[in-house]
């Protein structure tokens, strides 16, 4: 009988992973449709967070009681923490992030949003959260590079200057948000935080698109509620579904670099929608993304245990089994959302 795939090398959860990507890359085609369709920012944003908080909350009431009640064990403090970070960082994100969608093409908005990576992970680095890994870094330079060709072409020509800056800070605010609920993750189940964090989103979107004047539910059409309602179902709950049975199966390093599949597929879906075209460049970018998930799927050369047992070796050889085991928690959380 042939064992088992270990957690680092499970093709379904690669596939899990590449699905996820796929749901969450097609979210900004989805919300150029939804505009077309007579949304605004701010109605499209509340719709999101409302239909999906409503829809996590449905799934723990009939798939996980258990997590009903880990929440009334939960301390105040976290269940603050988990609608705080919806309420305000992740609220904040999402807000600049459809604002940009709003003024630049969906390709160069998925260029400027997935440098969050980069900056996540050179911040955990210095903060000493993580340890370095040439491996890893080397997956990730493969994927940087590959993003930054394929998207390079859909990202020329003028710039509008709002809409790039909402994008940057997007990113910025994203990398904020996944280190500071890097201690909540720890503490509180996926599902759960999913939807506190959905939850405290849905919050504050929709009482400022009241006050604001932003939520105009009469402007949309059918097709544009079609297109929300895609962006609640199939890029927020079925994707983080999706990305978590996925992290389950092949560990978080390997489920980050499976999720840099992402923007491939938001640049696919925009040139079969919106009729973009491809460069040579581009392919070749395709091709880098595609080795580095070929490159953190491959079987490490020096086992785990030869570097020294967690329980049993000495500090160096407890760094050197870490390294080589590095998992950079806070670059794969960003999929609670």
Request: net charge positive; aromatic share 8%.
């Amino acid at each position: 009988m042939s064992p088992a795939p270990s957690p680092s090398h499970s093709p379904t959860g690669a596939l899990f992973c590449l699905a996820s990507a796929a749901g969450f890359g097609a979210m900004a085609v989805f919300g150029k449709l939804a505009y077309r369709h007579g949304a605004t920012v701010g109605t499209l944003l509340a719709v999101r967070f409302a239909l999906a908080a409503a829809v996590l909350w449905l799934l723990l009431l009939l798939t996980r009681r258990s997590s009903l009640r880990t929440l009334r064990r939960l301390p105040r403090r976290d269940v603050g923490l988990a609608l705080g970070l919806g309420a305000l960082g992740y609220s904040a994100q999402a807000g600049a992030y459809f604002a940009a969608l709003d003024r630049l093409d969906a390709s160069l908005l998925a260029l400027l949003l997935y440098t969050f990576p980069i900056v996540v992970t050179v911040a955990a680095i210095a903060l000493g959260r993580e340890l370095f890994s040439t491996r890893t870094a080397a997956a990730l330079g493969l994927a940087s590079g590959g993003l930054l060709l394929v998207l390079a072409g859909a990202a020329a020509g003028a710039l509008d200057p709002l809409g790039t800056a909402l994008g940057l800070i997007a990113a910025v605010v994203y990398s904020a948000y996944i280190l500071v609920s890097e201690g909540v993750t720890r503490r509180v189940e996926p599902l759960l935080l999913s939807t506190l964090v959905c939850t405290g989103a849905a919050f504050t979107l929709s009482v400022a698109g009241v006050l604001g004047g932003w939520l105009d539910l009469g402007a949309v059409d059918a097709a544009g509620y079609g297109w929300m309602a895609a962006i609640a179902l199939v890029s927020t709950v079925a994707a983080v579904g999706l990305f978590f049975a996925g992290l389950a199966r092949v560990g978080p390093s390997s489920a980050a670099i499976l999720s840099t599949f992402e923007p491939v597929v938001t640049v696919t879906l925009a040139f079969l929608v919106f009729g973009e075209s491809f460069s040579p460049a581009q392919l070749f970018g395709g091709a880098l993304v595609l080795a580095a998930v070929l490159l953190v799927r491959a079987r490490r050369a020096v086992p785990r245990l030869a570097l020294g047992d967690a329980a049993g070796g000495g500090p160096v050889q407890r760094a050197a089994a870490r390294a080589a085991d590095h998992r950079p928690l806070a670059v794969v959380e960003d999929r609670a959302l």
